[in-house]
């Protein structure tokens, strides 16, 4: 065997005439070699038989049906080459190396790894969604948050927004921001086959959908398509989108005070997402953007509503005998009059929105403390109006601030005559903010009066620019209506200045 520099000048040799006798003289090499060469035979060393490999060869089989089965697995819980190699020392007494089986499973992986064709995408066709997990410091404590990603395929324009709950009602309602964000609504959306949207996975592409679900699509006008299972590289843009906002967005870890700020983060995250328009480029282009490409494709989006439908999970419940619906293991007040009905609930990620006939009669900031109750005052005041003691130590009262309690209990020391002012100031807050009626019920006190009109002329004076006083009209003294002011002759006093 020779090097293919000296086999090529052999050759040469023999073109400007030398005989093989006389090239294999000069190169040392015999004449079969040397002609072997000319006849264009190629340098370097070739195998006529592959080497046995018994131990390889009898572990190959096992190994790659091991593999194909963990292809259905999930992707973190799939065996490793050392995995493997115990496997078979532990189930198969195999006495080989640890690198004859890293050899065959490199082998057998190198062949079955899948190819893809890039796709093309067209402008406002599609978005997909995904969630993501990621940690944030809340008050030195580090908590598990969740990432919803959106993105447009075509224009790789992204979206982010995160939540404490990976409900429904929250993907909803960040599905609602997203819309907002790409200022129109793509004709279908890609999923996984997450919780929040599938109920079971049929054959082939069929899915049967949340009833909740099906309806927030049809509400808002996009039809869905769900990945394979187990095939999550179907939606392979934002699933690089969750990792493209955690890095650049999440690190290092954002701190907050308080889970009352999350909602000023989420506004500065979907700045940055803006933000991120302008300077992105995007992938087919060197001075092509991300939001020159948005451009084209919020031309092609379906027409955003200027109010977009309250969006959430539906349910019955039925209110019980204290005028209260549960509704995830808390329970909310409704007016006394709907007590003991069948009444229709809305559940978005903020509010509890309640239904009677198609009518809304009452909404809540929702709560996720089990067993909390949550009231509105005025949904007792019909009740209240026939049994007025029962307001110094209703439970709807001690969820006012504690200046009505303390306000009421005064009022009470009084005397009974008292109590439907109590009523009255109850009823302000039909149109006057809790905040500012209490600082009034407050200066109230110290001014040492415990009447409704009293109380109003505080208010009046809060909230307007110019104070307005109220003439009293109604006179809880009776002695006081028969105090008669004598006329007096003051120009008696005239003479003491003479």
């Known amino acids: 065997m020779v090097p293919q520099m000296y086999a090529d000048r052999i050759k040469g040799m023999y073109r400007q005439g030398l005989k093989i006798s006389e090239i294999s003289r000069q190169f040392g090499h015999s004449r079969n070699t040397v002609a072997k060469y000319v006849n264009g035979a190629d340098a370097g060393y070739h195998r006529q038989v592959e080497p046995l490999q018994p131990i390889a060869d009898q572990i190959r089989p096992l190994v790659k049906a091991w593999l194909a089965e963990d292809q259905l697995a999930p992707r973190k819980q799939r065996r490793t080459a050392t995995k493997i190699y115990d496997d078979l020392s532990v189930q198969y007494g195999y006495t080989g190396s640890y690198t004859t089986v890293k050899r065959v499973v490199r082998a057998a992986r190198g062949s079955s790894k899948e190819v893809f064709i890039p796709r093309a995408h067209q402008p406002g066709e599609y978005a997909e969604f995904d969630f993501g997990e990621l940690y944030m410091d809340i008050k030195d404590t580090r908590h598990l948050i969740y990432l919803h990603v959106y993105q447009l395929p075509y224009s790789n324009d992204v979206f982010a927004y995160v939540s404490r709950r990976h409900s429904q009602e929250e993907m909803f309602h960040s599905h609602r921001l997203a819309f907002v964000h790409f200022e129109g609504i793509p004709k279908q959306m890609?999923?996984?086959?997450?919780?929040?949207?599938?109920?079971?996975?049929?054959?082939?592409?069929?899915?049967?959908?949340?009833?909740?679900?099906?309806?927030?699509?049809?509400?808002?006008?996009?039809?869905?398509?769900?990945?394979?299972?187990?095939?999550?590289?179907?939606?392979?843009?934002?699933?690089?989108?969750?990792?493209?906002?955690?890095?650049?967005?999440?690190?290092?870890?954002?701190?907050?005070?308080?889970?009352?700020?999350?909602?000023?983060?989420?506004?500065?995250?979907?700045?940055?997402?803006?933000?991120?328009?302008?300077?992105?480029?995007?992938?087919?282009?060197?001075?092509?953007?991300?939001?020159?490409?948005?451009?084209?494709?919020?031309?092609?989006?379906?027409?955003?509503?200027?109010?977009?439908?309250?969006?959430?999970?539906?349910?019955?419940?039925?209110?019980?005998?204290?005028?209260?619906?549960?509704?995830?293991?808390?329970?909310?007040?409704?007016?006394?009059?709907?007590?003991?009905?069948?009444?229709?609930?809305?559940?978005?990620?903020?509010?509890?929105?309640?239904?009677?006939?198609?009518?809304?009669?009452?909404?809540?900031?929702?709560?996720?403390?089990?067993?909390?109750?949550?009231?509105?005052?005025?949904?007792?005041?019909?009740?209240?109006?026939?049994?007025?003691?029962?307001?110094?130590?209703?439970?709807?009262?001690?969820?006012?601030?504690?200046?009505?309690?303390?306000?009421?209990?005064?009022?009470?020391?009084?005397?009974?005559?008292?109590?439907?002012?109590?009523?009255?100031?109850?009823?302000?807050?039909?149109?006057?903010?809790?905040?500012?009626?209490?600082?009034a019920i407050e200066l109230a006190m110290a001014y040492e009066t415990y009447y409704a009109d009293g109380v109003k002329n505080l208010l009046l004076q809060l909230k307007t620019a110019q104070p307005q006083f109220q003439r009293l009209t109604k006179f809880h003294k009776t002695e006081l209506q028969i105090v008669q002011v004598p006329n007096v002759d003051l120009s008696r006093y005239d003479e003491l200045s003479k």
């Open 190 to 439: 890609r999923y996984d086959n997450l919780k929040q949207a599938v109920t079971k996975i049929l054959k082939g592409s069929q899915r049967e959908e949340n009833a909740s679900f099906r309806e927030f699509r049809d509400q808002l006008g996009f039809e869905a398509e769900f990945c394979a299972p187990g095939k999550g590289n179907q939606k392979g843009d934002v699933e690089g989108g969750v990792g493209y906002v955690r890095r650049n967005f999440f690190a290092p870890v954002p701190k907050l005070n308080d889970w009352a700020e999350l909602d000023v983060f989420n506004k500065a995250l979907a700045e940055w997402c803006v933000q991120q328009r302008a300077s992105r480029q995007h992938p087919d282009g060197i001075d092509f953007t991300v939001g020159q490409a948005f451009l084209q494709e919020k031309a092609c989006l379906n027409f955003l509503p200027d109010r977009l439908p309250e969006v959430g999970k539906r349910s019955v419940a039925k209110a019980n005998h204290y005028s209260l619906i549960p509704v995830d293991k808390a329970y909310y007040s409704v007016p006394t009059q709907f007590a003991y009905q069948l009444l229709d609930v809305l559940v978005t990620a903020r509010e509890v929105i309640v239904f009677h006939k198609n009518t809304e009669i009452t909404r809540h900031r929702r709560t996720f403390n089990a067993g909390k109750q949550v009231f509105n005052i005025l949904h007792y005041l019909p009740v209240l109006q026939r049994k007025p003691y029962a307001l110094i130590n209703s439970k709807p009262v001690q969820e006012l601030p504690p200046v009505f309690a303390r306000f009421f209990q005064k009022a009470r020391l009084k005397g009974s005559g008292t109590l439907p002012d109590c009523l009255a100031v109850l009823e302000l807050l039909k149109d006057y903010p809790m905040a500012d009626v209490a600082v």
